[in-house]
């Protein structure tokens, strides 16, 4: 089992920047990568980001390409998601996610965050 724990969420104008922050505790040996979803009122949930926890070789969403950032720290087993240029079309309920295994292509993770909120406003 993994507990994941996120952090930084809030409200921000449109423009500004969040960085939010998520912690790994538990079965963190088998790490193979982590990530965030998000899930926007009435929408489904969507990916954002990932990064593979050796290698630090990362994915984004069209959506957030150039606008995020994704990192982590090995020994503190955290992953982060700098986001700016926050649009409101980002407001959502952000997931950290975990992924135990290899995976080629679609990232589906095994364990999920209970999720911070993102708001930003026009």
């Known amino acids: 089992q993994v507990q994941l724990v996120e952090s930084g969420g809030g409200l921000v104008q449109a423009g500004g920047s969040l960085r939010l922050s998520c912690a790994a505790s538990g079965r963190t040996f088998s790490i193979y990568a982590m990530g965030w979803f998000r899930q926007a009122p009435g929408k489904e949930r969507e990916f954002v980001a990932a990064i593979r926890w050796s290698s630090g070789r990362t994915h984004y969403a069209d959506s957030v390409k150039g606008r995020f950032t994704i990192s982590r720290d090995n020994a503190k087993n955290t992953v982060d998601l700098q986001m700016n240029s926050l649009k409101p079309e980002d407001t959502a309920v952000y997931l950290c996610?975990?992924?135990?295994?290899?995976?080629?292509?679609?990232?589906?993770?095994?364990?999920w965050g209970q999720g911070t909120q993102v708001t930003v406003s026009s």
């Open positions: 996610t975990n992924k135990q295994t290899f995976y080629s292509g679609t990232y589906l993770p095994d364990y």
